[in-house]
């Protein structure tokens, strides 16, 4: 049973350049959930989808980022003319609906954004 | 808004010891839950240990256990017998258990643990 599956693991872009980052939640999760790692920090949350819908995008900066979970396909964390503040692992979590009552969030292993 | 603080940014234990790890959080709460996770160097995050609120007794799994003081807000973790294999980054993390945000989890800054052979 495959975990939450994030991809690339590694990616590097050039200031002003577009970051796409893919996310399949385990199989049977229909919530997904964005973190961010900065350097020397905690996890922050970013925004939780479900299945076409932004639930909460309270923690995802308002200009260049964006993000969604289509019906078919992987969620997508899209960041437009990035920055070098950018540079970061962002992490995608995914849970049942029992889940989400239990806290059981299951993580993937992170894409590690460098900005150049 | 919940925080939570972690004062150790770096912890050393030999091998087969034991050692403590400190949590301390702030919330209006009383319905809530508390988490260990751990990053090891390949960054996965994997949970280790997780508490209820309205549990008095303190959850156990296996060769880690925690120290779940509600009225002190303090959360620690214990890991005892200690493994080459623990060496990593652990973050203490809490989320509502209730409420309209009851989804997000909120991170501490984490504590780098060294195990020594």
């Known amino acids: 049973n495959a975990g939450v599956m994030q991809n690339p693991r590694h990616l590097v872009r050039r200031r002003g350049q577009e970051a796409r980052l893919r996310c399949s939640p385990m199989?049977?999760?229909?919530?997904v959930y964005w973190y961010r790692q900065l350097p020397e920090e905690g996890l922050k949350f970013m925004v939780y989808?479900?299945?076409?819908?932004?639930?909460?995008e309270s923690g995802m900066p308002k200009e260049r980022f964006s993000a969604e979970f289509p019906k078919e396909g992987p969620s997508i964390l899209r960041i437009q003319q990035v920055v070098r503040g950018d540079s970061a692992a962002y992490f995608c979590?995914?849970?049942?609906?029992?889940?989400?009552?239990?806290?059981?969030?299951?993580f993937g292993e992170g894409s590690r954004l460098t900005v150049l | 808004a919940q925080t939570v603080t972690q004062s150790q940014p770096e912890m050393s234990v030999q091998e087969a010891e034991t050692v403590t790890l400190s949590c301390t959080y702030d919330?209006?709460?009383?319905?809530?839950?508390l988490f260990w996770y751990k990053q090891p160097p390949s960054r996965q995050m994997i949970l280790v240990i997780r508490?209820?609120?309205?549990?008095?007794q303190n959850a156990t799994e296996n060769r880690f256990s925690v120290n779940f003081q509600k009225a002190a807000k303090s959360f620690s973790l214990k890991i005892s017998d200690s493994q080459l294999g623990d060496a990593a980054m652990y973050f203490c993390?809490?989320?509502?258990?209730?409420?309209?945000?009851?989804?997000?989890?909120?991170f501490g800054k984490g504590t780098l643990l060294t195990v020594n052979p």
């Open positions: 979590a995914s849970s049942s609906s029992s889940g989400l009552n239990t806290g059981e969030l299951f």
């Open positions: 199989k049977g999760h229909s919530h």
């Open positions: 989808l479900q299945k076409e819908n932004i639930i909460d």
């Open positions: 919330t209006s709460e009383s319905d809530y839950y």
């Open positions: 508490q209820e609120a309205y549990k008095q």
């Open positions: 993390a809490y989320r509502s258990g209730s409420g309209g945000s009851n989804y997000k989890l909120t």
